[in-house]
């Protein structure tokens, strides 16, 4: 997923599972979502910024 795109998913959305083929989520992917927590694959790269501020994100790799 690119930086700066929104996935227009539903504002409600509270839980997610990242499918293992996603290796890169951009920043800001998942603004506007009222995401509380998400998994991924423990290769798959993201942002602080990727998710909501209070979202606990299982697996994936912090960049910075």
Known sequence: LNDNVSLGLS???KYATIPESVKYIGEYA?????????KLADDCEYYSTSFPHNCVVNGGIIKT
């Open 30 to 38: 998942f603004r506007g979502t009222q995401l509380k927590e998400v």
């Open 11 to 13: 504002i409600n959305l």
